[in-house]
């Protein structure tokens, strides 16, 4: 398994500023990828940021909006750019590890970001 | 495409009844299955996976048994508990890759004392 922290928690923004989101995972990872989860949905993949390459982006999401860093096998960052209030919701990391469960995908606690 | 329908919410129980909560998936070739659980204001848990038909995933009371003939991956749990109200998700690996989740819903699970 894979111990997964984001900073912050939880975040008041107000219109047009940005919010940038940290991912901590306590072991080396190849793959994370960043979701986004709106109040009472499902989750929504973001993108796919693998280390040592630009970050791949779903359908619907932008580098504009969401620039992503990935500087290492430990840590990522999400910024949310330019942000409006439908912005409001979880941000969650993940990342896939290999090993006794096979490939399987771990989650951080979440931030949920309120944008006034 | 691919894709993941769960019984509709929320589900409310007395504690000590029998859970089942409904998943049921569309996918070519032979994808992996996922339970994850959301407690409130927590993020998601892998609660349990199957990788091949007639695999059954088991953890913390919760049971789910790959079927690849009624295409269903069922969540069950023979006595609940107050403490396992949460969000539960079922989810599957996408055919064309081997770790992108396709998700379901999720299913708001409510138990009352």
């Known amino acids: 398994s894979a111990v997964i922290s984001q900073k912050p928690s939880r975040d008041i923004c107000q219109r047009g500023t940005s919010l940038t989101i940290q991912c901590q995972v306590d072991s080396q990872v190849t793959m994370m990828f960043w979701y986004r989860q709106q109040p009472g949905q499902s989750l929504t993949l973001i993108a796919t940021?693998?280390?040592?390459?630009?970050?791949?982006?779903e359908s619907g999401f932008v580098i504009d909006k969401f620039p992503i860093s990935r500087p290492n096998l430990t840590f990522s960052t999400l910024t949310v750019s330019n942000l409006s209030p439908e912005d409001s919701s979880i941000y969650l990391c993940?990342?896939?590890?290999?090993?006794?469960?096979?490939?399987?995908?771990?989650f951080g606690p979440g931030t949920r970001l309120t944008v006034l | 495409g691919d894709s993941v329908t769960q019984m509709e919410g929320p589900v409310t129980l007395s504690e000590e009844a029998f859970l089942t909560i409904n998943c049921t998936y569309t996918?070519?070739?032979?994808?992996?299955l996922f339970w994850y659980v959301q407690y409130p204001g927590e993020g998601l848990q892998l609660l349990l996976k199957?990788?091949?038909a007639d695999d059954k995933g088991s953890n913390k009371g919760f049971e789910a048994t790959y079927r690849k003939e009624t295409t269903s991956f069922h969540l069950e749990k023979g006595s609940v508990q107050v403490s396992d109200s949460a969000v539960y998700f079922c989810?599957?690996?996408?055919?064309?890759?081997?770790?992108?989740?396709?998700w379901g819903a999720g299913t708001k699970l409510i138990i009352k004392p």
């Open positions: 996918a070519t070739g032979y994808p992996s």
């Open positions: 993940s990342v896939r590890t290999s090993g006794g469960l096979g490939d399987t995908q771990y």
């Open positions: 989810a599957l690996t996408r055919s064309d890759s081997n770790y992108q989740l396709i």
């Open positions: 940021a693998n280390q040592g390459s630009e970050a791949t982006y």
């Open positions: 199957a990788t091949k």
